[in-house]
Every structure is written in C-alpha cells, then in structure tokens.
C-alpha cells in the first residue's frame, strides 16, 4: 500500500524589514506599559509628599517668626531648607513621570541651551570634584524650543552619570568633557562624555528601558534615562549614545532649533 502524500503547505515569509519594524513597535508598546504602571505608583506617592511639602512650610514659617524674638541656629535652618528644596525636587520628578506617560507631554518655550547646561554642571560638581577634571568646549548654539528646568533635568541625569561610571581618587586620569556645537542640519548638540567604566553591549540595548539599572539597590531605580529619552523625544529631538568598555561613554543630546535655519 503506497504511503500518501500530503499537500505541501505554502509558508508565507514576511520581510525582515516588517519583522524589524515590528519588534520595533512592541518595544515601543512595551515602553509606554512601563510608563503607565510608573504614572500610577506615582500617583500613590503624591498624596504623603504633599503631606511632607505641607509640613515643611508650617515648620519654615514657625521657625523664621521664632528667629524674630530669639537666635536660631543657622545649620537648623540650612537643614530645613535643604529639606524643602529636596521635597520640592521629588514634586518635578513626580510631574515628570506623569507627563512622560501622556501622549500629550509637551512643554515648551524659547529655551538657551546654555543656561540649563551651565545650571546642572553647578549642581554635579559636588559629585564630579573628587572623580574626573571637568572640561567645558561651548560654541554659542541656536534657541530651542523646550522647557529649561526638564533640559536641566536630562543634562544633570547625564553628568551624574558620567560621574559615577568613574571611581574616585584619581581625578588627574580622568575627564568629563562637555561640548556644544551646531551640525550640518542645524540641530543643536551636547556631547557630555566621559573617560569611565563604559557600558557593557548586553546592557546597551536596555539602556532606556524604564526600571532597568545595573547599580546596586537602594543605589539605582533604573527611571532616570528612560525619563531623559521621554523628555528630550516631547521636545522634537533624540539622545543617542557610544560606549567602549574600559574606556567611556558619551551621550549626545540633539534638539532641533526654535527657527529652522532655510535650505540653501
């Protein structure tokens, strides 16, 4: 008895260009899941920190009618202070996050580059004096649109970054080098790169990815660029990244200008 044969069924193979473009997408899908679940564990956070904001201000305001009638100590005062602006940054963040999981985040005004990047390297250089020599290369760059504070949020997310993929000790070795220019499309860059560790290839494909840190925790939440990628996308542009292991890293934050230059 002859064995029957069966008809052949016809595989249908799809471009490796529409598989890529897929990934791509789920990915993307992906990335807006993790901003949603982090938009509601913020949400839970608001409600004690308003608390906490609240009662700062009512000791602030007690302690400066006390200052009035009797001498208080000034290291009392800089620690409330100290508190309130720390409290006052966590309310930014909280904002950021929820507006990085709106598909309507955007905030933006006619914004100098400078002026936020010069601000965050005055706020890392506490961490940076005791790892790296800090180089500035400025070339005056057009204006964006953008909101400073964020832009400030990115350049000091990057710095400290930077800072911390470099031991301390050894500051004479190593550099952080921090350069502005205009390209050929008339986009505005910062490179602020590093001469640190670098970035291992497998953890360079998560890189953005929210809630992914190599740090160890209690050290690292793994939002920070994520936050940043969200940040700069809102506002037109794209960060992008080289890393050697052993050798450093460098982000390059590219913005379109707040009036396109005309083609030639």
Known sequence: MSAQLSTPRRVTRRPVSDRVRDKEQLASWQRFASMGKLAGIVHEIDNPLTAILGNLEFVASRIEDLAQRVPVETPLQEALLDAREAAEQLRRITKDFKRASSPHYSEREPVDVWSALESAVRMASYEIRNRARLIHEYTRTPIVLASESRLRQVFLNLLLNAAQAIPKGNVDA????????????GHVVVSIADTGSGIRPEVQRRLFTPFFTT????????????????????FGGEILFTSEVGKGTEFRVVLPPAHPRPEA
Do not use: Q
């Open 174 to 185: 190593n550099e952080i080098r921090v350069v502005t220019w205009v390209d050929s499309a």
């Open 215 to 234: 740090k160890p925790p209690g050290v690292g939440t793994g939002v920070g660029l994520a936050i940043c990628h969200w940040i700069i996308a809102s």
